[in-house]
């Protein structure tokens, strides 16, 4: 199937994306490399940070250097930074029962910590300058109402990302926008092994069909579909605060 490009319009050419910077975290494969791919296509400087960037090397779970990536991603940005994607994440297998306090530090400081505190960088930055800035969100249908299947690790820590997205909306808007793109089972490499080896005994066949199945679609989500989403709510800049559910349906009752 070939894919549309997202195409924005507006009548100021001050609105256009050309010339905007965008800094995508964990964007080396899946839905991170989707949106960064979507945002160069729209005409975005697309500054990487995640362990294996040419650009900003950093593994946002030690949360303690933040400030310090941060920085460095600026410097990056001669004319500035306009939209920040924290997509950076991580989850645990096994059962619950099975959880030790080193996995819950682990997915915590990385889905939570590490993305809260780049989001007050960006937020330092941009409300000292009082430049417009947009955060993006990448957090999970598995942490919204209706999520079936859960890793329970997964969805406390996107959970608690997504209980931000409001209270930083109303606290730094107009100036900063803040919202959130919530997708379900994406398909990607690693998605579809950890759905094969959690569910079918190595049979990606098997996981791809049980999976899709819960779905009102009946298939898994695309990345460059919740790529369109952060595209999206680049355009639309009426919307703060928002939970965009990008699941096909699974959460329906």
């Known amino acids: 199937m070939v894919m549309l490009p997202f195409i924005a319009t507006h009548s100021d050419d001050s609105e256009r994306p050309d010339g905007r910077t965008a800094i995508v975290t964990g964007c080396s494969r899946g839905i991170g490399a989707a949106i960064a791919h979507r945002l160069r296509y729209c005409g975005y400087s697309v500054i990487e ?23 460095a991603a600026v410097e990056l940005a001669p004319r500035g930074v306009d939209l920040l994607v924290l997509n ?8 619950f029962i099975d959880v030790e306090p080193d996995d819950v530090t682990y997915c915590f400081h990385l889905n939570v910590f590490g993305a809260l505190l780049f989001a007050r ?8 300058r009082k430049r417009p800035g947009h955060i993006v969100m990448i957090g999970s249908q598995a942490a919204l109402p209706g999520a079936r299947e859960a890793d329970v690790l997964y969805a406390a820590s996107k959970g608690a990302m997504h209980a931000t997205v409001g209270p930083l909306a109303r606290e ?10 919530a997708p379900g089972d994406v398909a990607t490499d690693t998605e579809l092994a950890l759905a094969a080896k959690a569910r079918c005994g190595l ?5 791809w069909r049980e999976v899709a199945a819960r779905s009102a679609l009946g298939r898994w989500v695309r ?9 999206f709510l680049e355009r639309c800049t009426a919307m703060t605060g928002a939970i965009i559910n990008i699941s096909g349906g699974t959460s329906i009752h």
Do not use: F, I
């Not at 960088?121 to 000292?128: D, G, I, K, Q, V």
């Open 223 to 231: 990345a460059d579909e919740v790529a369109d989403a952060v595209l």
């Open 203 to 207: 049979k990606p066949e098997c996981a």
């Open 49 to 71: 940070v995640q362990r294996t960037s040419p650009h900003v090397p950093a593994d946002l779970g030690q949360w303690k250097a933040v400030p310090e990536r941060w920085a």
């Open 121 to 128: 960088e960006a937020l330092r930055y941009w409300t000292a």
């Open 172 to 181: 730094y808007g107009p100036l900063v926008r803040v919202n959130c793109v």
């Open 88 to 95: 950076a994440g991580a989850s645990r297998e096994g059962a």
